[in-house]
């Protein structure tokens, strides 16, 4: 049976996109007849099995170093890379995959196959992994197997930053794992269910939700994500009582919830910060919701942002180009409510386009190069 080493860096399990991204790739891996090995840090939410928390069904092995037990950074972060590589080099014939650069290049430096996911630009990276990444040529070395890019623009910012050769990189955008079937939504309207899934970070857009409540009080608004210690400084100061504010809540039970609302947004600002409010990536972003939502078969209104167009239009979202414009966003909601059949073609069209980017199918193309 093949081989596949995943080496993630953050808290799992937990709320991070990041880490249901990698797990939900194992997990596909491990579908898909390889057998699997998550390499993890000691951190993540203890009240949940890994398992339980993104409701797996199929087997993947956890290597977790449990004396790394904050997020590895500075020398815990060489420390944490180290204990990767030693663990690495005893299993025969693997590929090993990572979003990190320096355990990739480290990786290499020792002749192991690998994979590297690219999501953004490299301005969050150590200076020490920009300084490889500019002098090395690493990225075209030949046990660098395939680099994916989640967007377009991740792969022509590569080529052209670092002369990436194309062929070395494959478009990938994020997937999901939600299978339901797809069903009508009777819903008879008269108040909506609009719901918001995901970080709570303000370039994420939940001000305009919170905005939206107030200005309009025939629907509902919902907003799952966060913290519970954020939720509640939230709550103090928005106490309108058709916004319902909830932490974020295991992943195992999100179809259900998500399966609950009439409208899904995307209601992302202009410059949308990554986790860690580091650096802007409204340029680049897959996010992991879009595709949920799809996958649910719901009606999506979104901020037009062109990095979002490379897998949706207009059959499947309505966009807001003027995103920063609270009443351009009721406006379009009380269009939709009014318009059933819409409401009807668009969820229809988007439970069918969910089936193109679903993470079993995805994993095929990481190694059938």
Same mark, same amino acid.
């Given at each position: 049976?093949?081989?596949?080493?995943?080496?993630?860096?953050?808290?799992?399990?937990?709320?991070?996109?990041?880490?249901?991204?990698?797990?939900?790739?194992?997990?596909?891996?491990?579908?898909?007849?390889?057998?699997?090995?998550?390499?993890?840090?000691?951190?993540?939410?203890?009240?949940?099995?890994?398992?339980?928390?993104?409701?797996?069904?199929?087997?993947?092995?956890?290597?977790?170093?449990?004396?790394?037990?904050?997020?590895?950074?500075?020398?815990?972060?060489?420390?944490?890379?180290?204990?990767?590589?030693?663990?690495?080099?005893?299993? @025969?014939?693997?590929?090993?995959?990572?979003?990190?650069?320096?355990?990739?290049?480290?990786?290499?430096?020792? @002749?192991?196959?690998?994979?590297?996911?690219?999501?953004?630009?490299?301005? @969050?990276?150590?200076?020490?992994?920009?300084?490889?990444?500019?002098?090395?040529?690493?990225?075209?070395?030949?046990?660098?197997?395939?680099?994916?890019?989640?967007?377009?623009?991740?792969?022509?910012?590569?080529?052209?930053?670092?002369?990436?050769?194309?062929?070395?990189?494959?478009?990938?955008?994020?997937?999901?794992?939600i299978k339901i079937n797809f069903k009508p939504n009777l819903n008879n309207y008269k108040r909506m269910k609009i719901g918001y899934f995901g970080s709570i970070s303000p370039s994420k857009g939940i001000n305009t939700i919170i905005k939206l409540s107030k200005i309009d009080q025939d629907n509902d608004y919902y907003i799952f994500g966060g913290l519970k210690n954020e939720i509640n400084k939230l709550r103090k100061k928005n106490i309108n009582n058709n916004l319902y504010l909830n932490e974020n809540i295991p992943y195992v039970?999100?179809?259900?919830?998500?399966?609950?609302?009439?409208?899904?947004?995307?209601?992302?600002?202009?410059?949308?910060?990554?986790?860690?409010?580091?650096?802007?990536?409204?340029?680049?972003?897959?996010?992991?919701?879009?595709?949920?939502?799809?996958?649910?078969?719901?009606?999506?209104?979104?901020?037009?942002?062109?990095?979002?167009?490379?897998?949706?239009?207009?059959?499947?979202?309505?966009?807001?180009?003027?995103?920063?414009?609270?009443?351009?966003?009721?406006?379009?909601?009380?269009?939709?409510?009014?318009?059933?059949?819409?409401?009807?073609?668009?969820?229809?069209?988007?439970?069918?386009?969910?089936?193109?980017?679903?993470?079993?199918? @995805?994993?095929?193309?990481?190694?059938?190069?």
């Amino acid at each position: 049976m093949k081989k596949i080493n995943y080496i993630h860096f953050s808290s799992m399990p937990s709320h991070l996109p990041s880490s249901l991204q990698v797990i939900k790739t194992c997990e596909s891996f491990s579908k898909n007849d390889y057998n699997v090995t998550l390499i993890k840090p000691g951190t993540g939410n203890k009240k949940f099995s890994i398992k339980q928390y993104y409701g797996l069904k199929h087997e993947v092995n956890i290597k977790e170093f449990s004396s790394i037990k904050s997020f590895p950074q500075g020398f815990k972060f060489y420390t944490y890379c180290i204990y990767c590589l030693l663990y690495i080099l005893k299993i @025969r014939n693997s590929i090993s995959i990572s979003r990190n650069f320096f355990i990739i290049y480290l990786l290499l430096l020792f @002749r192991k196959k690998v994979i590297l996911e690219i999501h953004h630009d490299t301005k @969050r990276e150590s200076r020490l992994s920009r300084f490889i990444l500019k002098y090395s040529n690493f990225l075209n070395n030949k046990k660098l197997l395939n680099i994916v890019a989640v967007s377009k623009s991740v792969k022509e910012l590569f080529i052209e930053k670092y002369k990436v050769q194309s062929k070395k990189i494959t478009v990938l955008p994020s997937g999901s794992s939600i299978k339901i079937n797809f069903k009508p939504n009777l819903n008879n309207y008269k108040r909506m269910k609009i719901g918001y899934f995901g970080s709570i970070s303000p370039s994420k857009g939940i001000n305009t939700i919170i905005k939206l409540s107030k200005i309009d009080q025939d629907n509902d608004y919902y907003i799952f994500g966060g913290l519970k210690n954020e939720i509640n400084k939230l709550r103090k100061k928005n106490i309108n009582n058709n916004l319902y504010l909830n932490e974020n809540i295991p992943y195992v039970h999100l179809p259900r919830i998500m399966n609950e609302m009439d409208i899904l947004t995307i209601p992302y600002t202009k410059n949308i910060k990554s986790a860690g409010e580091v650096d802007d990536i409204a340029k680049y972003t897959s996010p992991l919701k879009l595709f949920d939502y799809l996958a649910v078969g719901k009606m999506i209104i979104s901020s037009d942002l062109k990095v979002l167009r490379e897998v949706i239009n207009n059959k499947n979202a309505i966009f807001i180009k003027n995103f920063e414009n609270i009443f351009e966003w009721k406006k379009n909601i009380i269009m939709t409510k009014n318009n059933k059949n819409k409401i009807f073609i668009m969820s229809k069209n988007n439970h069918k386009l969910s089936k193109q980017f679903d993470h079993s199918n @995805r994993v095929k193309k990481y190694v059938e190069i």
